[in-house]
């Protein structure tokens, strides 16, 4: 049997098209064995390939371009194409495609987030489809068209009978069954070989046309064929008239929620009263921080949800306790219900006490349960379908708890994985099996809370948005059990920016690309699979580490000791070729010095000098041995107790310390003899402001040319490698958050993969700007006036007053003074701007909405801030001060933001 696929591709000089896909002929997906499309006319592409004669035929395949000019390849937008098809009724198949680009905002739209949820047909869909029976050969007209409501249909129309002679009363509906894809079918006898015709919306109500697609007539071309054939046409996108499609959306972690049946936090289930207050002021998505488990050590560190311990399992924080049974002894009952009380009444979210009673009501109603939870048919249908993650995270939390650490280094025979030692805890005899099947039990009705939300939302038109980490927990799960993915002698994290002056140290191991990529990134895909089941969009945390992560030695403790992974370090032959005077002492060891050491400690400084350095010549000094790492020094000062046990004068000491430790101009590269990488901010380091002109010439010239210019192309080539893996796993709508230090073919990257930038106005991407206006953000973009890891927009407006005067007059075009706080109507002006944006979506923090409104917003302006990312042992414990039964009652408020988004077009639902 032959299948013919041809692809209309228009190319440049030195490009030319490759197809590979699912089956042995069509390369097994491996690149090496893609098969080579033949040009046969201008801008269109061709292979025939025989496959083996079977009565069904299933194929997946795509299109990639490789380009000879720039020895590059990339693919196609999209996921992958399918063909099923009866291989025994025809004897030639005829694939005929569109190349689908890179960047067009409308194949976005065939997201889930938006072909789902916001375009979701619900019953008006199609239930069944067939193509003609009883005729020779068929034709089959496919188009992409999820922006179509649900009062309306696609139609076609044509230059023939079948297809109505252009007669509008006489379009052929197409079939919705596979939406957003329509399809129709028709008998080839009663097509010309030329076929002309476009696509209409039709109103199903009055049964007319509506809407004509944008554009020229379509062509199809039938070959003449004396064999039964089958030919599909797939059009790519419905031509609309102008791309401009935008929505609104709220942020709000789900720690942070209030409502008067949580208990002490927000949960998943009080989600479903925040989809009825965002379908009611017209927003169409809900964003919230990463839900997975965090539990460490049973501390407030825990709190932090970017850490978790496992990438699959949900933080039983969210539970709601009384939704999965009611214990059986009536007097426990009573108590938490009166601690529910007390804890809905707390400011902030007390983490260590709401997690304590959740899980031990949890084990108790399991203790009253388990025999009849086990043989349940749900459960078993669950733990079939998370085996494979579930049973190594009960079997880590079990050790965790019994052990009494989640450093698994620790765990004697366990601390490394063996699947025969581990299985043995999974006996029903073992004294382990009641605490594993205890967290089996937590889990599956954090699933099914989850799941009963993430159906809510969708059948209500509102997109969970979720959160990937870029990072694991050290001691994880993960970490644990697939250990050949990471490396650990290093930890990610970020350089300086305008969170943190000395740079993010986040702890994390960071990824072993070269062994994840071995499987085509199968963690990674499992990951996103898993989260695809109850989110319809994702914000890919850092996704710069992507591109590269900052990585920081593990005896370091500041960002600022990091440097790029994967990167080029400098040879010391290139670098004296560049004029550095290389003397690796002077410019690779911590540079101390006795004239500026009373300015770092004050009246500490002789005990500084006698208990803690090395005097080597006159006023030339080192740290001594015990104190020679940032990781030493932090580690003689906290040990166990943290930094907020340390006195004002050991506070001071040790930063002093810590900082001398980093004041070098170049790093020395791991692995690598005589190579080295330039220190981030090395200019406000003493060492090289000490240094005379001419090689502080010489060094700047390297550093803005390793920071800005030398790694362009290899990263993005790091990018384009792991990225696609990540994008075809799910059809999730992605958003990245590209802030900080971004290389210049980040946009080029996000954009060819359909991945949506992030754009604040306090954080502009040209570094030559003090704010970014909302109105320059590109379509494809989330635009947002604050994040998580920022003061909202009324605290902000309280920091820096000349700041503030200057956005007052040139971002919001003001005259005069600027009022010292941010005044409602300050605040909807900026929600305004933000709203009339280009950006696709436009997302605020719950608090930025409620700042409009002088009732309703709080009375702790700083006290809203979620996170503040230069303290990396902060307590996120934020909690709304208002409920959310108050907030669906508050008519005024919810009826002017509801105006905003009409206003401003973020209503329009097709």
Same mark, same amino acid.
């Given at each position: 049997m032959n299948i013919s696929f041809e692809c209309y591709c228009p190319t440049e000089w030195g490009q030319s098209l490759f197809l590979v896909g699912s089956t042995k002929e069509l390369g097994s997906w491996k690149i090496e064995n893609a098969i080579p499309l033949k040009s046969i006319t201008e801008d269109k592409w061709k292979v025939i390939i025989e496959l083996k004669a079977s009565a069904k035929v299933a194929i997946e395949y795509k299109y990639f371009m490789r380009d000879g000019n720039r020895n590059t390849i990339f693919y196609e937008f999209g996921t992958n194409r399918k063909f099923t098809g009866n291989a025994s009724r025809f004897g030639d198949i005829n694939l005929k495609d569109l190349w689908r680009y890179h960047g067009n905002d409308q194949y976005v739209w065939t997201k889930s987030a938006f072909a789902n949820v916001v375009f979701n047909r619900n019953d008006s869909q199609a239930k069944t489809y067939s193509i003609p029976a009883k005729v020779n050969s068929v034709i089959e007209f496919k188009v992409m068209a999820p922006r179509v409501g649900r009062d309306y249909d696609i139609a076609i129309l044509g230059n023939c009978n079948v297809l109505g002679n252009w007669d509008e009363s006489k379009a052929v509906t197409l079939n919705d069954v596979d939406f957003p894809e329509w399809k129709t079918a028709f008998n080839v006898a009663d097509l010309p070989q030329v076929v002309e015709y476009k696509y209409v919306i039709v109103n199903k109500k009055i049964g007319k046309i509506t809407t004509w697609e944008d554009g020229g007539n379509r062509f199809a071309y039938l070959e003449a064929s004396n064999n039964n054939s089958y030919y599909q046409i797939c059009d790519g996108l419905f031509h609309f008239s102008g791309n401009s499609f935008k929505k609104a959306g709220v942020a709000v972690p789900v720690f942070s929620l209030r409502t008067n049946e949580s208990f002490g936090v927000g949960e998943f289930l009080d989600l479903k009263k925040l989809v009825n207050w965002a379908k009611k002021t017209s927003l169409k998505m809900i964003q919230v921080l990463p839900v997975n488990d965090t539990?460490?050590?049973?501390?407030?560190?825990?709190?932090?949800?970017?850490?978790?311990?496992? !990438?699959?399992?949900?933080?039983?924080?969210?539970?709601?306790?009384?939704?999965?049974?009611?214990? #059986?002894?009536?007097?426990?009952? +009573?108590?938490?219900? %009166?601690?529910?009380?007390?804890?809905? #009444?707390?400011?902030?979210? +007390?983490?260590n006490l709401v997690l304590t009673l959740k899980l031990k009501y949890a084990k108790q109603l399991f203790k009253e349960k388990k025999t009849e939870f086990l043989k349940n048919k749900e459960f078993q249908e669950f733990f079939k379908h998370n085996k494979s993650w579930l049973e190594p995270y009960a079997a880590f939390c079990y050790l965790r708890d019994h052990l009494g650490t989640s450093d698994f280094n620790e765990w004697a025979d366990y601390q490394n994985y063996k699947s025969t030692k581990v299985k043995a805890l999974f006996n029903e005899q073992s004294k382990s099996f009641n605490e594993i099947t205890y967290w089996y039990f937590v889990q599956f009705y954090l699933d099914k809370q989850l799941a009963e939300l993430s159906s809510f939302a969708r059948k209500n038109g509102i997109v969970l948005k979720g959160d990937i980490p870029i990072g694991i927990s050290r001691h994880s799960v993960d970490a644990w059990y697939e250990p050949e993915l990471f490396n650990f002698d290093g930890q990610a994290g970020a350089p300086p920016?305008?969170?943190?002056? +000395?740079?993010?140290?986040?702890?994390?191991?960071?990824?072993?690309?070269?062994?994840?990529? #071995?499987?085509?990134?199968?963690?990674?895909?499992?990951?996103?699979?898993?989260?695809?089941?109850?989110?319809?969009?994702?914000?890919?945390?850092?996704?710069?580490?992507?591109?590269?992560?900052?990585?920081?030695?593990?005896?370091?403790?500041?960002?600022?000791l990091g440097h790029f992974r994967p990167s080029i370090p400098f040879s010391k032959d290139e670098l004296q070729n560049n004029g550095v005077w290389f003397d690796y002492s002077r410019l690779c060891k911590p540079y101390i010095r006795g004239h500026f050491l009373n300015d770092i400690f004050a009246a500490y400084t002789d005990e500084v000098i006698d208990t803690y350095l090395n005097e080597t010549e006159y006023n030339v000094f080192n740290l001594k041995n015990a104190f020679k790492t940032q990781r030493l020094i932090y580690?003689?000062?906290?040990?166990?107790?943290?930094? $907020?046990?340390?006195?004002?004068?050991?506070?001071?000491?040790?930063?002093?310390?810590?900082?001398?430790?980093?004041?070098?101009?170049?790093?020395?590269?791991?692995?690598?003899? $005589?190579?080295?990488?330039?220190?981030?901010?090395?200019?406000?380091?003493?060492?090289?402001?000490?240094?005379?002109?001419?090689?502080?010439?010489? %060094?700047?010239?390297?550093?803005?040319?390793?920071?800005?210019?030398?790694?362009?192309?290899?990263?993005?080539?790091?990018?384009?490698?792991?990225?696609?893996?990540?994008?075809?796993?799910?059809?999730? %709508?992605?958003?990245?958050?590209?802030?900080?230090?971004?290389?210049?073919?980040?946009?080029? !990257?996000?954009?060819?993969?359909?991945?949506?930038?992030?754009?604040?106005?306090?954080?502009?991407?040209?570094?030559?700007?003090?704010?970014?206006?909302?109105?320059?953000?590109?379509?494809?973009?989330?635009?947002?006036?604050?994040?998580?890891?920022?003061?909202?927009?009324?605290?902000?407006?309280?920091?820096?007053?000349? #700041?503030?005067?200057?956005?007052?007059?040139?971002?919001?075009?003001?005259?005069?003074?600027?009022?010292?706080?941010?005044?409602?109507?300050?605040?909807?002006?900026?929600?305004?701007?933000?709203?009339?944006?280009?950006?696709?979506?436009?997302?605020?923090?719950?608090?930025?909405?409620?700042?409009?409104?002088?009732?309703?917003?709080?009375?702790?302006?700083?006290?809203?801030?979620?996170?503040?990312?230069?303290?990396?042992?902060?307590?996120?414990?934020?909690?709304?001060?208002?409920?959310?039964?108050?907030?669906?009652?508050?008519?005024?408020?919810?009826?002017?933001?509801?105006?905003?988004?009409?206003?401003?077009?973020?209503?329009?639902?097709?």
């Open positions: 539990i460490s050590t049973h501390g407030f560190l825990d709190s932090y949800p970017y850490k978790a311990i496992s !990438v699959f399992a949900l933080h039983p924080l969210y539970l709601n306790i009384f939704k999965m049974g009611k214990i #059986k002894d009536a007097g426990l009952m +009573d108590e938490y219900l %009166l601690q529910q009380k007390k804890l809905n #009444k707390n400011q902030t979210v +007390d983490y920016d305008d969170f943190s002056v +000395d740079g993010q140290n986040w702890g994390f191991p960071t990824y072993n690309w070269k062994q994840m990529q #071995k499987d085509n990134y199968q963690w990674w895909r499992n990951r996103l699979t898993k989260m695809a089941e109850y989110f319809d969009a994702y914000r890919i945390d850092h996704i710069l580490g992507f591109f590269r992560i900052w990585e920081i030695p593990f005896d370091a403790v500041q960002g600022i580690d003689h000062f906290v040990g166990e107790q943290g930094p $907020e046990g340390l006195s004002e004068k050991d506070d001071k000491i040790m930063w002093g310390l810590i900082r001398l430790a980093a004041d070098v101009v170049l790093l020395p590269a791991d692995g690598l003899n $005589e190579h080295f990488h330039p220190r981030i901010s090395m200019h406000s380091t003493y060492s090289y402001k000490e240094l005379d002109d001419q090689q502080k010439h010489s %060094l700047n010239n390297v550093y803005i040319h390793y920071f800005y210019h030398r790694h362009e192309q290899f990263w993005k080539e790091q990018a384009v490698e792991k990225l696609p893996a990540l994008v075809e796993a799910t059809n999730m %709508l992605i958003c990245g958050e590209d802030l900080g230090m971004i290389p210049a073919t980040v946009p080029e !990257v996000m954009n060819q993969m359909g991945i949506l930038s992030l754009e604040i106005q306090r954080m502009p991407k040209d570094p030559k700007k003090e704010f970014a206006h909302p109105s320059d953000a590109p379509t494809m973009s989330v635009c947002t006036t604050s994040t998580h890891d920022m003061a909202t927009i009324r605290g902000w407006w309280e920091e820096d007053r000349e #700041k503030t005067q200057m956005f007052f007059n040139q971002q919001l075009g003001k005259y005069g003074d600027a009022p010292f706080f941010a005044e409602p109507w300050v605040c909807k002006d900026m929600i305004l701007q933000h709203l009339y944006s280009p950006a696709m979506w436009t997302v605020f923090p719950i608090q930025d909405l409620l700042a409009m409104d002088d009732e309703l917003r709080s009375e702790d302006t700083h006290g809203e801030r979620i996170n503040d990312p230069a303290n990396p042992r902060h307590y996120w414990n934020y909690r709304m001060h208002l409920s959310l039964e108050d907030l669906l009652k508050a008519n005024e408020f919810n009826k002017l933001l509801g105006n905003l988004v009409k206003e401003t077009d973020r209503d329009t639902d097709y």
